[in-house]
């Protein structure tokens, strides 16, 4: 099961397109590629893409994406009284709040500055992010029952911090999920959260998990064209990843050394980026990382998702901090190595390691 079967049998077929809403309006691997997976499972269903921003990224592998409250202000006038089917496909949106949300769809500069304000201006905060949104949910990624007269379908979604939220956001994020048509969760963590709010929500695996089966040649051709680009043949490199709160010095320095225990003697290293929206990757981390692992690594630079998916997919082996990144590549039977340190994004990815592959290389640096 994966909630399609709770749409209404018309929905998408017939009148207005099925709404596939989440983060797909920022540069980020899995997020890109949550919608691949829900078009996939459409099938001949009609479907639009949206966000909280009007987005372009069809250059990057990603959809070009509507902004949904001009998308809700619209429907009436455009649908008439039909009903609005909504489907959520993915991600750790469950505690995405509205300042970390306005954070990382900003341009970099205008997402620095906001960083540096201080923890004591959180109502300023709060205030900035829901009129730089034009939404007024704690948790905008979320939709509740006002926010559409339609099906809600949460597919494979991860909270796993959600009883750290101030009590108003699990509030919102508990009567958003208990009104839903179909709720699933892709970790253990989650899924307890919720059987403790009295919401039943069955496991399932990230939608990423399926991309080899429902995209598997855009991987494969987008692969091809990146090892070329960098002289490398299909299994013969490794992939590392770190995202830019590992880069620190010692942090880098860490890394490099459990890549050359993993590693086969000569084994080239590709240093990648999996996404580029604000708190995720810097290129000059990537690049000092590279430089730390000698004058065999290759620093890949590019954006577009599926040239990333192909070099996982293709790699002897694969280190990193992503979640998305280590997904893609079990999904192609390449041995991957997950970097976690305490706090920040490493619960989420412990806590899907630990649902799905029972923990196994799992390092805690």
């Not at 709770?6 to 899995?30: K, S």
């Not at 109502?123 to 990624?141: H, K, N, S, T």
């Not at 003697?265 to 990757?281: F, N």
């Amino acid at each position: 099961m994966n909630g399609l079967e709770y749409l209404a049998p018309d929905a998408g077929r017939e009148g207005p397109p099925v709404v596939i809403f989440g983060p797909f309006d920022r540069h980020n691997l899995g997020d890109l590629l949550f919608p691949h997976l829900a078009i996939d499972r459409l099938k001949a269903r009609r479907w639009i893409c949206a966000g909280l921003v009007e987005r372009d990224l069809t250059a990057d592998g990603g959809h070009r994406v509507v902004a949904f409250s001009r998308l809700a202000q619209e429907w009436r006038s455009q649908w008439g009284p039909l009903p609005m089917h909504v489907i959520h496909p993915g991600g750790e949106i469950l505690t995405a709040d509205a300042y970390a949300c306005a954070v990382m769809i900003l341009p970099p500069e205008q997402a620095g500055r906001m960083l540096s304000h201080p923890q004591s201006a959180e109502g300023a905060r709060r205030a900035w992010a829901r009129q730089a949104l034009g939404v007024a949910r704690g948790l905008p990624y979320v939709l509740g029952s006002t926010d559409c007269d339609g099906q809600r379908i949460f597919a494979g979604v991860g909270g796993v911090d959600l009883l750290l939220l101030p009590a108003a956001l699990q509030d919102e994020a508990r009567r958003a999920l208990a009104g839903a048509a179909y709720v699933s969760v892709r970790d253990g963590a989650t899924q307890s959260i919720l059987e403790g709010w009295g919401i039943a929500a069955p496991l399932e695996p990230d939608p990423v998990s399926r991309l080899p089966q429902a995209c598997g040649s855009q991987v494969a051709a987008a692969g091809k064209v990146a090892r070329q680009a960098l002289g490398l043949e299909e299994g013969a490199y490794g992939v590392v990843h770190v995202s830019a709160e590992w880069g620190d010095d010692l942090s880098l320095a860490t890394v490099a050394a459990e890549c050359r225990k993993f590693g086969e003697p000569g084994l080239p290293w590709v240093v990648l980026g999996v996404g580029y929206a604000p708190w995720h990757d810097d290129p000059r981390v990537l690049a000092r990382l590279a430089d730390g692992l000698g004058r065999d690594a290759r620093l890949f630079t590019g954006r577009q998702v599926w040239r990333i998916s192909g070099l996982l997919a293709g790699a002897r082996q694969v280190v990193s901090t992503s979640l998305h990144a280590r997904i893609v590549a079990e999904a192609y039977q390449v041995p991957a190595w997950s970097l976690v340190r305490d706090g920040g994004q490493g619960a989420k990815l412990r806590a899907y390691v630990e649902t799905w592959w029972g923990g196994s290389r799992l390092l805690n640096l």
